[in-house]
């Protein structure tokens, strides 16, 4: 019998796992089927960010792959959201075109050049990464006859599916990681120190992507089943997100009561704790939803009612921290946003406090319509009120310190650094906008012939305003800018040539040594050279002895070299700088550079 059992283990054994694997096959195979768009989306995404890591340390990639880059981030949920209203409502093929199209408009939308985007392109891209995501939490409920439960059981699903996937992709990639150390190691492979950053990137894009979409399984049907409530659900609200509300609304409540016995304005950063207060509680709220209907569970309303009263004197607190700097400063699209999440906290609060039958499908919605008020509605989208809030702050500016005569702004006269700094402030975020032409106006030809105007670069202005009066002494001043009159570098008895730039750490092979240029904004090591991982040298202390040679009062200083000599290794180096920054924060001494070039001979 003994023998027996045994000749029959392993053909049973065989079998399972023959079957185990079939099942995994086939429900990798129909998660394919059913989300390619999706998974096409995803692994654009992630071979491109592969890309773009293998190749940027050895040139300077178009930079079109980084606008595919975003577009296909944004494809991964846009087309999710679509796949789940077509479930809905059919018409499949329409609404995977008209995605297609979207993504290719906004692919046009970004900039062209690298050097070109900076925050306005940022508060595009952000809402819009926040649209599509909301667009799948409610795209497929617009219609009345879909139940609240149903839309419920969807989100939470969605919601309990993303943090599995954030678990399992986690110590997927992990234990990959740390078997590519293993195989390295074990059997002296000697793998591309590269391959690290592009397994995390395959693994947390696609990887997660296609773990994601295995918990959804058929999609629609399968999310808005009805299950029991999860205990974790119950444990994370009741044990971490309600604690948190009361640390919140203690915090706030007695800085309310500071404000009105000291009768001042609040702070401005107020705002944002007000406004997370707001998005924790209706978290909690949206999380515990069910168990209002349970009568053992009635604390749910009750905190649902407690909560949204709680928020009205909270929003009045809001927006006089929001108007405060709006009155001061203009629009920006920073603030017009905190207005705008203030105004939807406000309508979300009123809502559920006066409306008896409110539906919690009314809190994704009104976020969204918010959202792309915000990004598309004419005259009063964000960008357009900022740029003009902005343009009549740069105006009252000019018109409070005497500067225009005859339209034009007198460089010439006199003016006192702060004001000098605003005004080339507000050019420079209008420059950012595209509005030029609205500055040139302003300006007579021999300004709009400066490289600075045409380049667009207002941070120093001195350049603009040659009678500067100080508002410092040299003990308070707080930046010092060096720059090199020469725009170019001699090369000769050097034998290879290194770019640098204020936004890499380059990682450069020159035959069998790797050198790794390390950059931070620090007083103890703002540039540091390494060779092999074994040999290091700190150039701050010639950074340090390069300022001791100026004045800290000054703001622009032009020099006719700026350069270190140094040697490590084998080889001897020089460093050519464009220009030097020292910036004094509150005491904390930071450098920085805009660009500079590393020559290097063997000796």
Not at 404 to 413: H, Q
Request: a positive charge.
């Amino acid at each position: 019998m003994r023998i027996f059992v045994n000749l029959h283990f392993y053909p049973l054994s065989g079998q399972k796992m023959n079957k185990k694997l079939n099942e995994i096959f086939q429900k990798a195979t129909q998660t394919i089927v059913r989300y390619p768009i999706v998974l096409l989306m995803a692994l654009l995404m992630a071979l491109t960010a592969v890309h773009l890591i293998e190749n940027k340390m050895e040139y300077n990639h178009e930079y079109f792959l980084t606008r595919i880059l975003f577009c296909a981030s944004l494809g991964i949920s846009l087309f999710f959201g679509l796949k789940m209203l077509s479930q809905r409502i059919g018409r499949e093929l329409l609404l995977t075109i008209a995605g297609l199209l979207f993504l290719v408009g906004y692919y046009f939308i970004l900039p062209k050049k690298r050097e070109d985007f900076n925050d306005f392109y940022a508060f595009i891209i952000a809402p819009t990464y926040l649209l599509t995501h909301l667009l799948v939490a409610f795209a497929p409920y617009l219609r009345k006859e879909n139940t609240e439960k149903s839309f419920w059981e969807y989100n939470k699903n969605l919601f309990v599916n993303f943090a599995l996937t954030l678990i399992f992709t986690g110590v997927l990639t992990a234990g990959v990681e740390l078997a590519i150390v293993a195989v390295d190691q074990l059997f002296t492979f000697k793998f591309d120190s590269l391959i690290y950053p592009k397994t995390f990137f395959m693994m947390a894009i696609f990887g997660s992507t296609f773990i994601f979409l295995l918990f959804n399984e058929a999609g629609l049907d399968f999310l808005e089943k009805e299950s029991e409530y999860p205990i974790v659900l119950k444990f994370f609200t009741q044990f971490i997100l309600i604690p948190l509300l009361f640390i919140y609304v203690v915090i706030l409540y007695f800085y309310s009561g500071k404000i009105l016995l000291a009768w001042e304005l609040p702070r401005g950063w107020v705002s944002y704790l007000v406004l997370a207060y707001s998005v924790v509680g209706i978290l909690a709220l949206l999380l515990v939803h069910p168990l209002k209907e349970v009568a053992a569970r009635s604390w749910v309303k009750a905190f649902s009612k407690i909560f949204y009263f709680s928020l009205i004197p909270l929003v009045v607190l809001l927006f006089t921290a929001i108007f405060t700097r709006l009155l001061q400063y203009g629009f920006t699209e920073p603030r017009y946003f905190v207005l705008l999440l203030a105004i939807w906290v406000s309508t979300i609060a009123l809502y559920f406090i006066f409306r008896k039958e409110a539906t919690i499908k009314f809190i994704p919605v009104s976020l969204f319509l918010f959202g792309l008020f915000a990004l598309i509605f004419p005259y009063f989208n964000a960008l357009s009120v900022s740029k003009r809030s902005q343009k009549k702050e740069l105006e009252n500016i000019l018109m409070a310190n005497n500067l225009l005569e005859k339209g034009k702004i007198n460089f010439s006269k006199p003016v006192i650094d702060t004001v000098a700094r605003q005004i080339t402030n507000k050019f420079e975020y209008l420059n950012e906008r595209f509005e030029k032409e609205y500055l040139a106006k302003f300006l007579m030809d021999s300004i709009k012939a400066k490289k600075e105007f045409i380049n667009g670069n207002f941070w120093d202005y001195a350049a603009f305003f040659p009678n500067i009066k100080s508002t410092t002494s040299t003990k308070n001043a707080t930046f010092l800018n060096l720059i090199s009159k020469k725009t170019f570098s001699t090369v000769e008895n050097y034998q290879y040539i290194i770019q640098l730039n204020s936004y890499e750490n380059p990682e450069v092979k020159i035959k069998n040594d790797i050198f790794k240029i390390n950059k931070t904004a620090s007083r103890k090591d703002f540039i540091t050279i390494t060779l092999n991982s074994k040999q290091s040298i700190d150039l701050t202390p010639q950074v340090k002895a390069i300022f001791k040679k100026y004045n800290f009062n000054a703001y622009s200083i032009e020099t006719d070299d700026l350069f270190i000599e140094n040697s490590i290794g084998n080889y001897q180096f020089r460093l050519n700088f464009s220009n030097l920054n020292k910036s004094d924060y509150s005491g904390e001494i930071e450098y920085s550079f805009e660009n500079a070039i590393l020559l290097l001979k063997e000796k």
